[in-house]
């Protein structure tokens, strides 16, 4: 398996511009968690999707964030329009709901740079 | 509110010399509990878990932990650190709260930095 895969790896964008970034889970794989990575905040979770289904999103900063995961297959972040303050790592990590003991597996990020 | 802590933000030691680094929690009920690794420009990857049963779980690469109920604690040892074990680590507690069972809570990560 190659695991969970994530992209762009590096994304470089102008305030005010559309990001979409992408996430392929593992196969077989029930959850999907999208988590940003800053100095500031640490690891924050963004929105968690059990079966295609979103569970929890109170983590999405505002409604210039939005996710969906149309199959269980691949799923994106959207954020419209992009604000400095955005720029971060964007990890999504997927893993198999079947117990509270679920190992996630993390995709390597997709580093954001909003100017 | 459940939480962790990772009260150190770095930890140094020498190659050889044994590595601890402290993760603390708070959460209702019965705590799972997970140390992560993140080395530069890579995602975070899987060292080990407590779920029950014994208080010391090993897990990847040598490393253990030690779960203490009364100390809310389950820190992270290595008998004897490589210079390679320098990394990120990350502490984390699966959030227990209404529709959320499944995501997990980490702490904000602690510098290891093993010099030769």
């Known amino acids: 398996d190659a695991g969970v895969i994530q992209s762009p790896r590096h994304e470089v964008t102008e305030m005010g511009q559309e990001v979409t970034l992408r996430c392929k889970p593992i196969s077989g794989h029930n959850s999907l968690f999208w988590y940003r990575q800053t100095m500031m905040r640490g690891l924050e979770l963004l929105i968690y999707?059990?079966?295609?289904?979103?569970?929890?999103d109170s983590g999405m900063p505002e409604d210039r964030f939005s996710a969906k995961m149309p199959n269980a297959s691949f799923s994106t972040l959207k954020i419209q329009p992009s604000e400095p303050r955005d720029s971060a790592v964007y990890f999504c990590?997927?893993?198999?709901?079947?117990?509270?003991?679920?190992?996630?597996?993390f995709g390597a990020g997709s580093r954001l740079t909003v100017l | 509110a459940q939480s962790v802590a990772q009260p150190e933000d770095q930890v140094n030691v020498a190659e050889g010399n044994p590595l601890t680094v402290k993760c603390t929690y708070s959460?209702?009920?019965?705590?799972?509990l997970f140390w992560y690794v993140q080395y530069p420009n890579r995602g975070l990857q899987f060292l080990l878990k407590y779920i029950t049963g014994d208080n010391l779980v090993k897990g990847s690469y040598g490393f253990e932990a030690e779960f203490n109920k009364s100390q809310t604690s389950f820190h992270l040892k290595k008998p004897s650190a490589l210079v390679s074990d320098s990394a990120l680590y990350f502490c984390a507690v699966r959030a227990n709260y209404g529709g959320s069972q499944g995501n997990l809570i980490f702490g904000k990560g602690t510098k290891l930095s093993v010099k030769p």
């Open positions: 999707f059990n079966n295609n289904v979103p569970i929890d």
């Open positions: 990590a997927s893993s198999l709901a079947v117990s509270g003991a679920n190992v996630l597996t």
């Open positions: 959460v209702s009920g019965n705590p799972y």
